[in-house]
């Protein structure tokens, strides 16, 4: 059974910057795509980020390009999210998801696994 984790959200200002840490255990991440989704309040679960399950094929939205980076450590089977330059826009609850099949996908229903997600708050 696979299950992730995520944690480093919290409550910052405009400007600054966090990362989000998925611990996956269960199964190998770099045996799937690993997304990060997020939901702002009143909105739909939107994609932000992925890597591919080679480590190196990333995809970003329009919305955190050149702002966040995703990356994986395979010895320590996690994903990151660096998210700089943070915007009140940014606040969401952020979740990562794995997706076992196929391509890299930024399709929600494609992903498998889910996080339970974590809040960050960016106050301007």
């Known amino acids: 059974q696979v299950q992730l984790v995520e944690t480093g959200g919290g409550l910052v200002q405009a400007g600054d910057s966090l990362r989000l840490s998925c611990a996956a255990s269960?199964?190998?991440?770099?045996?799937?795509?690993m997304g990060w989704f997020r939901q702002a309040p009143g909105k739909e679960r939107e994609f932000v980020a992925l890597?591919?399950?080679?480590?190196?094929?990333?995809v970003y939205a329009d919305s955190v390009k050149g702002r966040f980076t995703v990356s994986r450590d395979d010895a320590k089977n996690i994903v990151y999210l660096q998210m700089n330059s943070l915007k009140p826009e940014d606040t969401a609850v952020y979740y990562c998801?794995?997706?076992?099949?196929?391509?890299?996908?930024?399709?929600?229903?494609?992903?498998?696994?889910w996080g339970q997600g974590t809040q960050v708050t960016v106050s301007s």
């Open positions: 269960g199964r190998s991440l770099n045996t799937l795509t």
């Open positions: 890597i591919g399950r080679d480590g190196t094929t990333t």
């Open positions: 998801a794995g997706a076992q099949w196929g391509p890299p996908t930024i399709l929600q229903n494609d992903y498998k696994y």
